[in-house]
């Protein structure tokens, strides 16, 4: 799967067919004086997957991506590469391609010679060199210019040649840290393509670090949240959105209406657990005219009447803020032609299916 050049491989694979995970962690903590970066943190990486590490800032992001890379030691716990465990592998020796956002090209280098050093390094032949050079180049379409200082290269332009500095070796494993993080918007969505590309060709197991959100869910196939060192929840992009388990998860991956003491959504005790809160997500909600009849709910739908307290045209989104008593409800719908538009004060009926609420830890 990772054949960038399969009939002259520069490094045996270790234990590739061995059936372990790509990456364990077991039981990780890291300290910096009494402060715990990163907290009692277990997590398995398929081989071949791509895992995205979200969470606030401060929350260990780095700290573990660090560990991973061999640039910190663990106080507690192991980290296995392919079931052996790395303490005692430094990380020039782990075999990953690394790109931070602090890692910087050599800035003495054009770009053909920063792409070799990984390839010098490891004693590969000039010829081979520049062969994979070549490659390489080509596929992050910056063919034309590998002779040029990375000063005289945009910010997009560098972090293209700092992802194919990272894979030029041909890695098993691929660490990023925010590696889109100067990008403007539009840079960001045509890197996270090129980055998407480049996995599935090169099937490398990938840790990716960002707070982007959108990042996270556009490129993985299971996101962790971490949150003050400790992993609040680890699952696909869809069933991490669909399913959070906290109001912390809830509120970070996306916009979530959270209601604590609510009257309007009633729920019996038996599928309630004790200590939540109520969740919907304002893409749930239906919004239209309160035609001032008394429709009774159904088994399946719920409704409420409130007032729209505010419209906020977004593009191709509307988002309204819907007065329900003392609780303000967010409601966003996708702009369509001929579409009731409502304003502040119209009175309204929201309702939701029974299905599309959460119960989820405060
Ligand atoms: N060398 C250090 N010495 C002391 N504390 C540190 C050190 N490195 C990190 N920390 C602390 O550990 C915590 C986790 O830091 P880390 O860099 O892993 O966060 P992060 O999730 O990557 O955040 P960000 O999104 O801001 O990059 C922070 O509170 C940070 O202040
Ligand atoms: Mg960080």
Redesign the pocket.
């Known amino acids: 799967m990772h054949g960038y050049d399969k009939t002259t491989p520069l490094h045996d694979k270790p234990g590739n067919d061995t059936g372990h995970p790509a990456i364990e962690f077991r039981n990780v903590t890291?300290l910096?004086?009494q402060?715990a970066?990163?907290s009692d943190l277990s997590l398995n990486v398929a081989r071949g997957e791509f895992l995205t590490?979200l969470?606030?800032?401060?929350?260990?992001?780095?700290?573990?991506?660090?560990l991973l890379a061999g640039f910190?030691a663990p106080n507690e716990g192991d980290i296995r590469i392919y079931g052996k465990s790395v303490s005692s592998v430094p990380s020039y020796r782990r075999d990953q391609g690394i790109v931070f956002q602090s890692y910087a090209l050599f800035p003495h280098l054009n770009v053909r010679r920063n792409l070799e050093f990984p390839l010098e390094m490891r004693g590969v032949k000039a010829g081979e060199r520049a062969a994979r050079v070549d490659r390489i180049l080509d596929r992050v379409h910056l063919s034309d210019l590998g002779y040029r200082m990375p000063s005289q290269l945009s910010g997009g332009q560098q972090q293209r040649v700092a992802l194919a500095r990272a894979l030029i070796a041909d890695p098993p494993i691929l660490l990023l840290?925010?590696p889109l993080g100067a990008l403007d918007r539009n840079l960001r969505e045509q890197m996270q393509g090129e980055i998407k590309g480049l996995h599935k060709e090169f099937g490398i197991t990938t840790v990716c670090?960002t707070?982007d959100q959108e990042e996270a869910l556009t490129l993985s196939d299971r996101i962790v949240v971490?949150r003050a060192?400790r992993i609040e929840q680890t699952d696909s992009p869809e069933a991490l959105y669909d399913r959070p388990i906290s109001r912390f998860v809830a509120s970070f991956l996306g916009e979530a209406n959270i209601f604590e003491h609510t009257h309007f959504i009633v729920e019996s005790d038996a599928t309630r657990p004790a200590r939540s809160v109520a969740m919907i997500r304002p893409e749930r909600i239906c919004i239209s005219p309160d035609d001032g009849s008394t429709r009774a709910d159904s088994d399946q739908r719920q409704s409420v009447i409130g007032t729209v307290d505010d419209m906020i045209y977004a593009g191709p989104l509307r988002k309204y803020h819907v007065r329900v008593g003392s609780d303000l409800v967010i409601v966003r719908e996708h702009v369509a032609s001929g579409q009731l538009v409502f304003r502040p004060g119209d009175v309204v009926r929201i309702d939701w299916l029974r299905s599309d609420v959460r119960f989820v830890a405060p």
Request: avoid cysteine; proline fraction near 4%.
């Open positions: 890291k910096y004086g402060f970066a990163v590490i969470g606030p800032s401060g929350s260990g992001k780095t700290t573990t991506l660090m910190e840290d925010e670090v707070h971490m060192g």
